[in-house]
């Protein structure tokens, strides 16, 4: 079977398009509150990347109230030394 100039297109179209989402999905940061300063009205938050944000979201590193997203362990430990926070 042959593939027709507009089978063609349409599949060069889709490839165009799902390039474009992931590179804008690798550009995106979402901001991450640590829980402690929230009684004394000091916020600070870590800027994560929207893969990190999956697999934080993946394994309950991350939990949303109101439109805030917040920690639920230590961000400043190495990667791999982070304690599981369920």
């Known amino acids: 079977m042959t593939r027709t100039a507009k089978e063609r297109i349409a599949a060069a179209l889709l490839l165009v ?6 590179l804008s999905g690798g550009m995106r940061s979402y ?12 916020l600070t938050f870590t800027p994560i990347s929207d893969l990190d944000l999956v697999i934080d979201a993946t394994f309950s ?18 990667r791999g030394k982070r304690s599981c926070p369920t």
């Open 17 to 22: 398009m799902a390039l474009v989402l992931l």
């Open 31 to 42: 901001k991450v509150y640590d829980r402690g300063g929230e009684e004394f009205g000091l």
């Open 61 to 78: 590193g991350v939990e949303r109230k109101g439109d805030r997203l917040y920690t639920t362990y230590d961000r400043s430990e190495p």
